[in-house]
């Protein structure tokens, strides 16, 4: 129960806490504002340059932006535990860290899961692209799945949070190759051999490639070897942002740098 507890409710505090939350308002730039933005800019410039239609970049987009609050969230959950000085407390607690840190990340991938649904609405609805009623549900399945995928790759760069100073330009670049690596706005084929085979590897990829062919009226059972891909990625990145946070923490006790950058 102890554990049960610290996941949901050390991991709804936190994110709480993350936004410094004055008003839900100051969420509506970055989750809905700027998702928007990037579909339209995309999607106008592949019909500029007659590459794809309106549908592939704004199933590409959409889910992409899960991304945002899945790096960047997952990131300052850490880091800024350590910029205000409660890091220290946080890790001489008999916590357990497996429910302390994957308590973080659930509201996170809910978030991302929400960002890239209310990006999908409004893209479909500006840009009159069509998404049938029954692909909803296997499509919402998809994108949640690419949510944690990414909530995995962001726990990983948390971890490097317990080194540097400052995480958010890590979080750019991180966020920056998800968008030109995955197949947002470019086909993979298109891709120079060496990058489409760092972007089997990376989030999104195959979370993007299988929610456009749900949308296209696809089922899951044609999409569940990217599916299961997807979600094995997302398990390697949480292993490895565990590990390294394990391995960071022991250092920062025996090197007493933990608020060192």
């Not at 979370?207 to 891909?229: K, M, N, T």
Request: with cysteine; aromatic share 8%.
């Amino acid at each position: 129960m102890s554990a049960l507890r610290l996941f949901f409710l050390g991991g709804l505090t936190s994110y709480r806490a993350l936004f410094s939350w004055l008003s839900p308002w100051i969420l509506i730039p970055t989750f809905i504002v700027g998702p928007i933005a990037q579909i339209l800019f995309f999607a106008y410039v592949g019909r500029t340059a007659g590459v794809g239609d309106d549908a592939y970049y704004v199933i590409g987009n959409a889910v992409q932006n899960a991304a945002i609050p899945c790096i960047f969230a997952m990131s300052i959950t850490v880091g800024d535990e350590r910029r205000q000085g409660t890091l220290g407390l946080l890790l001489v607690s008999p916590a357990r860290r497996i429910p302390l840190f994957l308590g973080r990340a659930l509201p996170v991938v809910v978030n991302g899961l929400a960002v890239a649904l209310v990006a999908l609405l409004a893209g479909s609805l500006l840009l009159d692209v069509p998404i049938r009623a029954s692909s909803l549900l296997a499509l919402t399945g998809v994108v949640a799945v690419s949510a944690f995928a990414c909530t995995g790759l962001g726990l990983a760069n948390a971890a490097l949070s317990l080194r540097v100073r400052e995480v958010a330009v890590l979080s750019n670049l991180v966020v920056g190759v998800l968008l030109v690596f995955a197949g947002v706005n470019v086909p993979l084929s298109e891709l120079p051999d060496w990058m489409a085979a760092v972007a089997g590897w990376l989030p999104l990829t195959h979370g993007i490639a299988a929610a456009r062919e749900v949308a296209a009226g696809a089922g899951l059972a044609s999409v569940r070897d990217d599916v299961l891909a997807e979600a094995g990625l997302g398990v390697l990145y949480v292993v490895i942002g565990l590990a390294l946070l394990a391995w960071f923490e022991r250092e920062s006790r025996r090197k007493a740098t933990l608020d060192v950058a």
